[in-house]
Structure formats: C-alpha cells, structure tokens
C-alpha cells in the first residue's frame, strides 16, 4: 500500500508532467477539473503532513502574498548583449568573418527566435530550481525567485536524465499576445494609460512584490543558452535538446543552419512566419553551434563575437484619414482617434489609432484626408508616426482640436502643465456618467455579474439608471421589459447586485469614482479612515499624511465629496446595505503608536517582508514616504541598505532603527 510520503511525491510528479503537456507542449492530457481535483488532493495531503514540505511543489505555483523586496546578486558568467544588425548582408557579413576567423573548418550556425521580453537566468542544483536572477545590468541583477514559480512552463524539478548537478539556463520571459490584450484591455475599463507593448509589461509584471499578481499575469517563458560544466553535448543546439527533454520550452524554431543560402532563408521565412507567434518578437538570433568555437573566437567588450541579432524592420502601412473623432472618458478627458481606411498590419486589421492629446496631433499636423503612416514594430497599439507629405492635398486644412465636449456642448478646459482637454461637466456628460457606473460594476470594483458595458448603456436608455445607487434599486420585472432580456439574465443582474453588499469597503471607494484614486491608493485611504464618514470629514491636509495621497490627491477627495450629487449617491448606497467601514476584524489592532510619523524602509529583513513592515506602520498611525528627507522621522533598515541612504540619513540626522528597535516600539499594541 503506498504511503503517505510516496503518494505526495507521485502527486507531484503527476502535477508537474501535466503542468509541462498543459504550458509547454500545448497538448492537455486531462480536463481542467481532473488537474484540479489532483491539485486539491495534494494541497490537503501537505496541509495534513507539513513535515514533507517542498517549496517547489507544483501547489506553490499560486504565488505566496509574502515579499521581501529583491535581492541582487551576481551573475557567475555576464550576461552580454548582443550586436545587432538590420540587413541580411549585415548578417552575411558577420557569418563571412565568422569563417575567416576559423580557416579550413566548416561552421555550423543555429538559428532561433529573438524573443521580446525580458531576459532571466536560471540556477539548477540536483535538478531542482534554486535561484533565478534577472539580467539587470548585466554583471549583477535581482533574484526573483518567487515570482520565477508562479509561471507553469517552467520546470521547478526538472524530468528525464542526464542533467549536470548544477547548471544555468538562460532565457526570456515572456507575455503572451492574449496575457497583454487581457492586462490592457483591463487598464482600458479603468482608464489607466495603456502599456505600450508586451515586453514592458513583462518587466514591470516580473519585478513586482506579490507573486500572486504575477501569478495572474500569464507570463510563459523560453529559453536558448546552457551554462555550466559537464554539459551533454559540445555544441549548442544537442544542448537545447537536452534541455527539452528536460522540461524546459525551447523554441521549435530552433534550427541547425549549414551555410549562408540557409541562413538567408530563415530570415525571409521568419520575417513573415513570426506573425503568427502567440508572443512578441523582435528579429532573430544566430549563433555558432560549437562551443569550442565559441570559447576561440570570445567576446569584445559589449557582445560574443560567436553571436549576432537580426532586428525586424518595424511594421509599416500607408493609409489614408478618413476622419478624427474625439472620445470622452469617465474622467472627462477628451482623446483624439483617428479612424482610418481599414489596413492590414501585424496579422490585424487597423482601423482606429489614438492621437492621444492636442499637442501630439499638433506635431505630427495631421490635415483633412492625409495619408498617414501607421506602425506597431513589436507593439499591440497601433500609433501614427507620419504624414505622406507629397499626398496631400493643397486645400486640406489641418485638423483642429475641439474646444467643446463632443457629447454635451461645454467648453472644454486645461490645467496649466497638463496635456489633456476635459470636460468639466461631470454630472451632466452621458459618457462621464455612464462611465463611473461602468467602472462601478466592473471585476476590481463591485464585480456584478451580469453587467457589462452594453448592459450600462441599455439600462441608461431605458431611464432605470442614472448612477451606481440606482443599480440597487434595480428589480428583474423592471428589467424584462427591455429588449434582448429574458428573466434569467434580469435574475442574474439582480443577484449579481445583491452579491456586490458583500464588497469590501476598500473596494468600494475605489468604485467610487474619486479622480486620481487608484485601487491600491484607495485601500491605503480605506484602511487609514476606516468608514465612509471619516474620510468624508477629514480636511486636505490630514488626508496627505497617508501614504501615496499628495496635494491633488487630497484636494480630488475634498472636492469629490462637497458635492451634495456625490454625497447623496453615497448615502443611497449606504442605504441600499454597500459597505462602508472597514471591517472590524480588519480594524482589529490599530493603534495610534506611531501617529503621524513618516518612516523609509530599506534593506533585507529577517523577521518580517517589507510589505508587513509597511502594514505595522500603517497599523500603528505611522506613514511610510519613499525618500529620505528632513521630515522623515526614522530609517527602518534591515541588512544591504544603500549606502547613500545612510549617508544621507546621517547628513540629516534622521535615526535609523533596525527592526528588533521598531517592534519594540509597537510591542504594547
């Protein structure tokens, strides 16, 4: 009869290789369901038997919400760069020294997938994940380990045999095409500026603090470069091989390439092929296949000599404009989008680009009927980089800015040092209107099932709504006699609503619709007001001594909550039974310890992550700032702090405390 031990080990095992089939090879075995009862049955069994504890165990892969800041280290080889070329003679020419430097040998290139993410190394001991560090600088770079887990292609214990007892493995962290329409398509809904391409938002994903949020980001990565000793082969492509069977992705368009013919091939193949990559691209990689010949023909400075980039000219099409419209946000801002002759580029077909604000379409001096050049060189987001001057026609005038609202008629309006146009009619503009409730309803906020931006859009022309408060008054009779409802999805909105008074407060006032406040901002504002009535009573001032609320922050807020509409949507929801305090077994513990007093962290800690440390401030009354100044009131500091923070808390006499000194401080709370 198996044990329990065994029967933890071969779940794993199972997890694992369902893991590879399902992220690697594209090719599921079982169904989703049959994945997750397996998961569950491992998660109670080492729930049951902590004593088998495994930090690489497939159930880890969810991320913990612990964090402790990233520690940097040093790579054991520098990760180079490499030279770059943007022609295939370029490249001819580079395989044509190649072949000088080597006289009399025949050289074998390989040919891959450039990848545009961000680059990371992998340390294996015992075929297990011990560390993975990002490129950084190139000498030394952070060790992101945790978040490292959290993507399921990548092999936390590796599979087959005759792996080295210690190696590293390079490769490129990558977001999927789908990961990034999702991630921005979200940030679209909540009016947040749109990432401008996959490879940022990898970076920006990979570095974060949460692995959860990793975790939900839907990274993948690949990888292209063995290091170590004992490796299995003296070349690099069996090298790759290996690693495959090992368990790690490796592109398929990994190839051997024996001469110039074939490496121009490749280029004209892939120049097209890449198109229908599920990632971003960004040229190719050639490489002599050898390791000896590696080893002899070394590095310069900056690059391996045994190595070169092909670059991908940027996207292009010429098209012409047929005319600008001019969309208004839940803020009031005011975009203008050029509509276009439908074009195709990247695989998609374009028909709208955003020109952003005034003074870009002031540069680029778009007029009437131009025709434009439209771009997406490695991004998703279409942009206008120019105009096809000896196209246009000489009696076309140029395209102005509206200086009214497109949708109600005011005058538009423009903070000094700002670069967008808004509508300062926020209660009496449809868009602006139905926008707050449109952000209202959505996931991150009151997540109500069944109400989309179509369902909004219906219930505003029917006269049922005209604010979030009146979503709660909202009954599925009422909503029947609408076209395209039947009575299940009038139920489902129904219940969706009365689900969404289980919201949580924080939530809540970022639902709101206060201008500037973001959802990690408003939970901090949230938790340091504690209920609804408190934060509308606290003046600008008391409200900027939270963390992340500056001048205008404060000012928003004041301003948001003077307004007797504002007001009295609020006690509508209030009424209807919305949250709004914070809950008591949240409120639990905070005390005035720290009152007022402004704390920078840095450094490594071994007691608790950063993130608690902030967490206790905030408990405590105290307010965490992210650089040192006069006012800063104490240093919490942990090992590796900078040195030129210390110098400059000593220059300013601000004490540092280390934080045994800190929890003492809050010890009798």
């Known amino acids: 009869m198996e044990n329990v031990k065994d029967k933890i080990e071969r779940l794993r095992r199972e997890l694992e290789a369902h893991n590879h089939k399902y992220y690697v090879e594209n090719a599921p075995v079982i169904s989703d369901r049959d994945f997750d009862m397996l998961l569950k049955e491992l998660e109670a069994l080492e729930a049951a038997h902590p004593e088998y504890d495994d930090p690489l165990s497939p159930t880890r892969r969810v991320g913990s919400d612990l964090a402790t800041g990233f520690e940097q280290v040093p790579h054991l080889y520098p990760m180079l760069s490499l030279a770059n070329t943007y022609s295939i003679d370029d490249v001819d020419a580079w395989a044509r020294r190649i072949a000088e430097s080597l006289p009399g040998e025949s050289v074998t290139y390989v040919g891959e997938m450039k990848f545009d993410g961000s680059g990371i190394s992998l340390i294996y001991e015992h075929g297990r994940l011990v560390r993975a560090v990002t490129r950084g600088d190139g000498a030394v770079g952070d060790v992101v380990t945790d978040n490292i887990k959290t993507i399921r292609s990548i092999p936390l214990t590796l599979s087959g045999s005759g792996w080295p007892e210690r190696f590293e493995i390079r490769g490129e962290v990558v977001m999927p095409w789908a990961s990034f329409e999702r991630l921005n398509a979200e940030r679209a809904f ?92 960004d040229g190719l990689v050639f490489k002599v296949d050898s390791l000896r010949r590696q080893l002899n023909l070394g590095f310069t400075a900056k690059s391996p000599r045994w190595a070169v980039a092909y670059k991908f000219p940027a996207e292009r099409a010429l098209t012409r404009l047929r005319s600008v419209s001019f969309d208004v946000g839940r803020t009031g801002v005011v975009t203008p989008v050029a509509n276009l002759e439908p074009v195709l580029l990247s695989g998609t077909i374009v028909k709208r680009a955003s020109l952003h604000n005034a003074d870009i379409m002031r540069q680029l001096d778009i007029h009437h009927g131009d025709m434009l050049y439209v771009e997406k060189g490695g991004e998703i987001i279409p942009k206008i980089t120019g105009v096809d001057l000896s196209r246009r026609d000489p009696a076309a005038g140029p395209v102005e800015f509206v200086s009214r609202c497109p949708a109600c008629g005011t005058p538009l309006t423009r903070e000094e040092g700002e670069a967008a146009w808004v509508c300062p009619d926020k209660y009496g503009c449809l868009p602006q209107v139905m926008g707050r409730v449109e952000h209202f309803v959505a996931r991150r906020m009151m997540n109500i099932d069944g109400i989309g931006d179509e369902t909004v859009a219906a219930l505003f022309a029917a006269g049922l709504v005209r604010d979030s408060a009146d979503l709660y008054d909202l009954t599925a009779d009422r909503i029947v006699g609408l076209p395209g409802f039947a009575r299940i999805s009038a139920t489902r909105i129904v219940d969706g609503v009365r689900a969404s008074l289980a919201v949580p407060f924080e939530r809540v006032v970022f639902a709101l619709s206060i201008p500037g406040v973001g959802e990690t901002t408003a939970k901090k504002i949230a938790r340091a007001t504690g209920n609804i009535d408190e934060l509308m009573s606290w003046p600008a001032e008391r409200l900027q001594a939270i963390e992340d609320v500056g001048p205008r922050i404060a000012a928003s807020i004041v301003d948001y909550f ?91 006499g601000v004490p540092v405390i280390d934080e045994r000194t800190f929890l003492a401080m809050i010890e009798q709370a």
């Open 190 to 281: 909540n009016e947040e500026p749109l990432l401008a391409n996959p490879r940022n938002a990898c970076a920006g994903t990979l570095k974060m603090l949460d692995p959860r949020i990793v975790a939900a980001r839907g990274l993948d990565a690949y990888f292209y470069y063995l290091l170590g000793e004992d490796l299995p082969a003296d070349n690099h492509y069996d090298n790759m091989m290996a690693a495959r069977s090992w368990g790690f992705k490796v592109s398929d368009a990994m190839t051997r390439l024996d001469s110039l013919e074939a490496i121009d091939r490749y280029i004209r193949h892939w120049d097209t092929a890449r198109r229908e990559l599920p990632v971003a691209t």
């Open 562 to 652: 003077a307004t007797e509409t504002n007001r009295r949507n609020v006690e509508r929801l209030r009424a209807a039974g919305v949250q709004m305090a914070v809950a008591e077994t949240d409120a639990e513990g905070r005390t005035d310890l720290l009152g007022g007093k402004s704390f920078v962290i840095s450094g490594v800690f071994a007691l608790h992550s950063r993130d608690q440390y902030k967490e206790l401030i905030e408990r405590n009354g105290g307010k965490n700032v992210g650089s040192i100044s006069k006012k800063t009131d104490y240093i919490l500091a942990g090992e590796n702090m900078g040195p030129a923070k210390l110098e400059k808390a000593m220059k300013l």
